[in-house]
């Protein structure tokens, strides 16, 4: 069970670590292009609370 607690806390991390960039990108507004197409500030939006729904899921679940 160990591993299993390692791997999901690492993977809620990462997410974290995502999140903290979009909320940054938020409140900075620095322009995201991919592809030559200009990413949007309510994708970052949608990012922001995907990523973070996902790091308490994975963090709960790491917990018990």
Do not use: D
């Not at 999901?8 to 903290?20: G, P, Q």
């Not at 409140?27 to 500030?41: A, C, N």
Request: aromatic share 10%.
């Amino acid at each position: 069970m160990g591993t299993r607690k390692l791997v999901l806390s690492i993977a809620a991390i990462i997410f974290l670590l995502v999140t903290l960039a979009a909320v940054y990108r938020l409140l900075v507004g620095f322009p995201l292009s991919i592809g030559g197409e200009e990413i949007g500030q309510v994708s970052t939006f949608f990012v922001l609370v995907c990523g973070a729904a996902l790091t308490l899921m994975l963090f709960n679940e790491a917990r018990k």
